[in-house]
């Protein structure tokens, strides 16, 4: 199984962001949160913030869309480049329909769920996305502690993946840490979204490798489900 590590520049300096994206160069892809203030309490990118991110970032973005109405924004930032766009399903009536428009312009195709999102009305739909995100904290702040609650949604994710034969990324964001993407990983989670973990280490590329490391001793075969 691959195993990403996709640390999140919400935990970096935004300062020297051009830096701290190099001190990640080890990463799979940098994940970068975008609120509007509205479907989430906080504030962050734009667009115009994103581009500038995409020009100075050595690895590809993985853009997660905490944003109302992703059906007129989503599609703007696969056109910027983005490699990944991740949107709420709860943000949107159609969530095929954004999906299909994002892998129309080049982008993969990401559907989020909130912890308390019941995953059930989306597994036969898998095929639309290319990357299920479960929120293992409330979505709009850094910081939170990881809620073990969510890993049997992810578990019947992985499983059900698993059967269709699906190539299906699997990836948590929130509370992730040494301790927490072993959890994860068994549970089986591939793609990790990292912030303060990495960003608040002495080295932020030895984290990384030690995050890989972690993940890769507790990924599970969940064929083993069937």
């Given at each position: ?91 949107t009536s159609d969530p095929v329909a954004v999906a299909r ?126």
């Open positions: 199984m691959s195993i990403r590590i996709n640390p999140s520049i919400l935990a970096a300096d935004f300062v020297n962001m051009e830096s701290a994206l190099h001190s990640i160069s080890s990463a799979d892809l940098v994940h970068v949160d975008v609120m509007d203030n509205h479907f989430v309490p906080n504030l962050t990118f734009g667009p115009g913030m994103v581009g500038r991110i995409q020009d100075v970032s050595p690895i590809p973005l993985d853009v997660h869309l905490m944003i109302e109405n992703p059906e007129r924004w989503a599609p703007g930032y696969a056109e910027l480049g983005a490699f990944s766009v991740t949107f709420h399903a709860e943000s428009r994002l892998r129309e312009i080049g982008s993969r195709a990401g559907l989020a769920l909130k912890p308390g999102t019941d995953v059930e009305p989306y597994l036969e739909l898998l095929d639309e996305f290319d990357q299920i995100l479960v929120m293992t904290v409330e979505p709009g702040f850094g910081g939170q502690k990881f809620m073990h609650e969510t890993m049997p949604k992810l578990r019947l994710l992985a499983e059900t993946a698993t059967r269709t034969g699906s190539e299906l990324w699997l990836q948590v964001d929130g509370g992730i840490t040494e301790d927490t993407i072993a959890v994860a990983a068994e549970a089986g989670a591939n793609t990790f979204v990292a912030g303060s973990s990495v960003f608040a280490s002495d080295n932020p590329a030895l984290q990384i490798d030690t995050l890989r490391q972690t993940a890769s001793r507790h990924a599970h075969d969940h064929r083993a489900n069937r």
